[in-house]
C-alpha cells in the first residue's frame, strides 16, 4: 500500500493540506514531510518535536511548509498529554531561510498580503500553544526564521547560528510579527537598529542582546541547541502539566496589561488551577517527601 512506503516509528509523521490531491500523493510516494512531529516516550513522555524537513527549499517558508505546521499546530494544541514542544530544524545548517521568496515572485499583491497575514497567524498559533515552547536554532535563522524562534517562549542557538530580521534589505519589512516581537524582547533602540540595518548576528551576539536564552557552542553533530533544548525540556516535564498552562497564560496575558490588572489574570488562572488533582498531588507528595507524580487533570 501507499502508506506502508512511509516508515512510521514511534513518532507521527504528517503530510498535510497540500494545494491538491496529486500533490499529496507525489508528496507520500517520495517520503517528503514538510514538518515531522514526534512525541517522545519513556523517560521524555510529554516532550513532542516538531522538525522542519524542507531541505530542497532550505525549509524557507512557502505553502506546503505552512499548510503543515498548521495542522501540526491543531494537533499540539489538542495533546493535553504534552507539556512542552521543541521547534527545530532537521535540515543541516538551517533552521530557517525565512520567506520562500520564488513562489512570493509568482504572487499578485493581493496574494502576498494574503499570504504574510496567513503566515502571521500560523506564528501567532505557536505563541499561543498552551504549554511551553522551545526553538533550537543550530544554523541559519533569518527573516521569518527568526520570526518563527522569537514566537516560541525560549530560545536556544548554537554559537554558529546566523539570525537576524533581513526584511528592509530585500524590499520589505518583517511581517510574520517581527517588528511587534523582537521589540518586546530586547531593547526598542537595538530592536529598531537591527531591523533598520538588516543586520545578521551570531548565536553568542544574540545571546549578549537577549534574543536567545542560551548559546551553545556548536558540536561535530550540529546538534548542540537541540541537545541543549532537549535538557530543559527535561527539567518542565516533571512539573504539572496544567500548572505550566496556567502559568504560561498568566505570563502571556498579564505581559499586555498595566500590573494590577496583570494581578486579576494571575488570580484567574491560580483558580483554574484549584480544582485539579495535580495541585493535591502537589501537596500530598510534599508531605510524603517523594517525587509527585502528575497525570495532567
Known amino acids: 500500500m501507499l502508506l506502508s512506503k512511509l516508515k512510521l516509528r514511534s513518532f507521527i509523521v504528517r503530510v498535510v493540506n497540500t494545494r491538491n490531491l496529486a500533490t499529496k500523493i507525489q508528496q507520500l510516494n517520495e517520503n517528503v514531510n514538510p514538518v515531522v512531529f514526534e512525541k517522545l ?16 527549499d532550505r525549509n524557507a517558508l512557502g505553502f506546503t511548509l505552512i499548510d503543515a505546521m498548521r495542522e501540526v499546530n491543531q494537533i499540539i494544541r489538542e495533546d493535553t498529554k504534552l507539556s512542552v514542544v521543541i521547534f527545530h530544524s532537521m535540515v543541516p545548517g538551517i533552521f530557517c531561510a525565512g520567506a520562500n521568496l520564488k513562489e512570493r515572485l509568482k504572487m499578485s499583491d493581493e496574494e502576498v498580503a494574503k499570504f504574510v497575514r496567513g503566515l502571521r497567524e500560523t506564528f501567532i498559533e505557536i505563541e499561543d500553544l498552551p504549554m511551553p515552547t522551545i526553538a533550537a536554532v543550530e544554523g541559519v535563522a533569518v527573516g521569518g526564521g527568526l520570526e518563527l524562534a522569537l514566537a516560541c517562549d525560549i530560545r536556544i542557538a548554537a554559537d554558529t547560528a546566523k539570525l537576524g530580521l533581513v526584511e528592509t534589505g530585500r524590499g520589505l519589512i518583517p511581517g510574520a510579527g517581527g517588528t ?16 533598520f540595518t538588516s543586520r545578521i548576528v551570531s548565536g553568542k551576539e544574540a545571546k549578549a542582546l537577549g534574543i536567545v536564552n542560551h548559546v551553545v557552542a556548536q558540536d561535530t553533530a550540529n546538534k548542540a541547541a537541540f541537545e541543549k533544548a532537549l535538557s530543559i525540556a527535561r527539567e518542565i516535564i516533571p512539573n504539572a502539566p496544567i ?17 494590577k490588572d ?14 485539579t488533582k495535580d495541585r493535591q498531588e502537589g501537596m500530598i507528595s510534599f508531605m510524603e517527601k517523594r517525587k509527585p507524580v502528575y497525570e495532567g487533570h
Open 180 to 195: 511587534q516581537r523582537l521589540p518586546r524582547t530586547i531593547q526598542l533602540p537595538i530592536a529598531k537598529e537591527l531591523i
Open 262 to 275: 496583570g494581578y486579576e489574570i494571575e488570580q484567574k488562572c491560580y483558580e483554574i488551577n484549584i480544582p
Open 41 to 56: 516516550t519513556g523517560v521524555d513522555k510529554g516532550i513532542a518535536l516538531c522538525g522542519l524537513n524542507s531541505p530542497k
Open 243 to 259: 500548572a505550566l498552562r496556567c502559568a504560561k497564560q498568566a505570563i502571556s496575558e498579564g505581559i499586555q496589561l498595566s500590573i
